[in-house]
T-cell receptor, first 113, second 111 residues
Framework: DGGITQSPKYLFRKEGQNVTLSCEQN?????MYWYRQDPGQGLRLIYY???????QKGDIAEGYSVSREKKESFPLTVTSAQKNPTAFYLC????????????FGDGTRLSIL | AQSVTQPDIHITVSEGASLELRCNYS??????LFWYVQSPGQGLQLLLK??????LVQGIKGFEAEFKRSQSSFNLRKPSVHWSDAAEYFC?????????FGAGTTVTVRA
């Protein structure tokens, strides 16, 4: 079945450490997205990519970095510069173009040790 | 930029009762609109989408939504709620190549 796989499901970060969240899709979608979800704040866009080797900052990109070397993969790195990284992170993908619905993975919960 | 507002943070409904979740949009022209559901610890699942045409849209899991231009609303409804419908529900609208989400409505189902 086609879908989006996020790993790991749970991740713990030590102070000063960078961690990378994996997102892989086999839906043949060109566009991919990363969201952060905090209680009571809905979803906030971190980064998005419309095509391989290109990506744009979303609303809360500070302290995060991404790469898009393959169509299927869009990893997110939470750097030590992100001072409040504890959240639920969701990856999504869609067909390229405006007005497309997005399909979501099951998320990664990141916590601080 | 287009946006959506979900006025209700939390709704409690009895199993078997009807459910209506509110979503208001701000946009002059006819928008594209989506409803998503999120079960605890899971990702978001698309329930239904409105692009144009019929104002009453049928979705999965027995949900429907009605687009009302005069009220700038796209409310989600279900005639009879099941315990498995306890979840968080998000309304969303496209903004260029992105989606803007409402803050979400948490639905609790009591026996």
């Amino acid at each position: 079945d086609g879908g989006i796989t996020q790993s790991p499901k749970y991740l713990f970060r030590k102070e000063g450490q960078n961690v990378t969240l994996s997102c892989e899709q086999n839906l043949n979608h060109d566009a991919m997205y990363w969201y952060r979800q905090d209680p009571g704040q809905g979803l906030r866009l971190i980064y998005y990519s419309q095509i391989v080797n290109d990506f744009q900052k979303g609303d809360i990109a500070e302290g995060y970095s991404v790469s898009r070397e393959k169509k299927e993969s869009f990893p997110l790195t939470v750097t030590s510069a992100q001072k409040n990284p504890t959240a639920f992170y969701l990856c999504a993908s869609s067909r390229t173009g405006t007005n497309q619905p997005q399909h979501f993975g099951d998320g990664t919960r990141l916590s601080i040790l | 930029a287009q946006s959506v507002t979900q006025p209700d943070i939390h709704i409690t409904v009895s199993e078997g009762a009807s459910l209506e979740l509110r979503c208001n949009y701000s946009y002059g022209a006819t928008p594209y609109l989506f409803w998503y559901v999120q079960s605890p610890g899971q990702g978001l699942q698309l329930l239904l989408k409105y692009f144009s045409g019929d104002t009453l849209v049928q979705g999965i899991k027995g949900f429907e939504a009605e687009f009302k231009r005069s009220q700038s609303s796209f409310n989600l409804r279900k005639p009879s709620v099941h315990w498995s419908d306890a979840a968080e529900y998000f309304c969303a609208v496209p903004n260029d190549y992105k989606l803007s989400f409402g803050a979400g409505t948490t639905v609790t189902v009591r026996a």
